[in-house]
Structures are given as C-alpha cells and as structure tokens.
C-alpha cells in the first residue's frame, strides 16, 4: 500500500504496539523497489512512504516511484520543514515528506544511507534493513537493465562499495536479493518477530 495522506484516515486498524519504523537500505539496482511492492503487498499493516526527488524521470519508470519536483520546489519543501529526513545522493535531492499516518500502520521507508542515518538519530527504535546483492556483477547487470547509461553505471557502482560498507555498520539485518519472493517473505518473518517481541 502505497501511503496517501487522502486516504490515510480510513481502511485503518490500530496496532497493539508502536508502530514500527522500517528503513530499506542498499545500493542503487539492488533491488529495494520490488521488494518493498512485495512487502506492502503481502503486509497490510505496512505504508510505503513516497519520497520526492529532483531528478528526472527514467523512461523504464510510470511517474508513481516518486514526486518528481524541481530543485526550488525541493528548496522550499525543505525551508518549510516538510521532510522526516532528506539527502543530497549523486547530485540530486531526494526527501521523505513527514507522515501524518499516526499510528495505526507501520512506516516503510525505501532510503538511502545519510537519510537512514536521520532516521536513526531521531528515532534509536527505527530498524534499518539492508539489502545487498549476490555479487558485484549481478548489481552491475542490473542496473544496466533499468535503462542508465555507461556513466551513471559506473558512478552508482563505485557509490556502492562505500554504501555496502556504512550500511553494514548501520543495518539491524542483512538480506541478500537472490529472489524477491524469498527475500520478501525474509523481511516479513522479520517484521512479525519484531511485531511479537515489541508487544
Ligand atoms: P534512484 O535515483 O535510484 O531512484 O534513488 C537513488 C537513491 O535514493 C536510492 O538509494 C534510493 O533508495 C534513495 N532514496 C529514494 N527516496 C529517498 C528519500 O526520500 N530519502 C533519501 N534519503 N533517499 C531516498
């Protein structure tokens, strides 16, 4: 379920605890947007926050992965206090917008590593999950299959090695993206633990 302040008031039902804040980390073509629509798909409890960004549109992409705002826009979001948390990553900016969910689901944040890092300082509870793929080459092979050209490859490849690196001094758990199912129900059976114990 995609999170949509219009609608948040309805379909709701309270959870026993507080609510879970759940940070997906891992480098770019990894694989943290199918994953997260797996999630949201096999757990109704789950809201997928969607982020604004200031780059543009991939042609692969239908317009719903984001807010596609301008930089001033971006700016402005920014001056009137409007984002939990945002980073500049590889010359764009991209910000989760304060949710006015309250608590009846829990918060599913698709981020990375700087804007994980907020959410860690403001929330210690928050529990951040780290993706990483099978091996370097099966990361390089997808991101040429989402469409970036030769450059951007090569840049958020090299990105990638730092962001393996913090994210694994930062992550509660490590989840390899063999199989989206599997590393699904993987991040479900997390969840529900972590639902049991906080309760
Ligand atoms: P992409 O351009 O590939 O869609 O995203 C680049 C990176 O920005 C990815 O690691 C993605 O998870 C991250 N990202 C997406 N939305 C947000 C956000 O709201 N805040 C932060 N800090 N990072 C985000």
Known sequence: ?????????????????????VVI???????KGTVVRD??????????SRSWTTRAKRPSETGDEYV???????????????FLEWAEF???????PRP????????LLEIEIQGAQQIREHDPDAVIILLTPPSREELEERLRRRGDDDVHVQRRLRSS?????MGRALADFVVV?????????????????LRQSRR
């Open 1 to 21: 379920m995609v999170w949509d302040p219009a609608s948040a008031s309805s379909c709701l039902t309270p959870l026993s605890a507080k609510p879970l804040v």
């Open 25 to 31: 980390i891992g480098p770019g073509g990894v694989g």
């Open 39 to 48: 999630l949201v798909a096999r757990d109704a409890k789950l809201w997928l």
């Open 68 to 82: 596609f705002v301008s930089t001033e826009t971006f700016r402005d979001a920014i001056a009137a206090d409007a």
């Open 90 to 96: 590889l010359g764009y900016l991209y910000g989760t």
């Open 100 to 107: 006015t969910i309250g608590d009846t689901h829990d918060l």
């Open 161 to 165: 090695d730092l962001e393996l690196e």
């Open 177 to 193: 993206n063999e199989d989206v199912a599997q590393t699904g129900a993987e991040i479900a059976s997390i969840l529900e633990g």
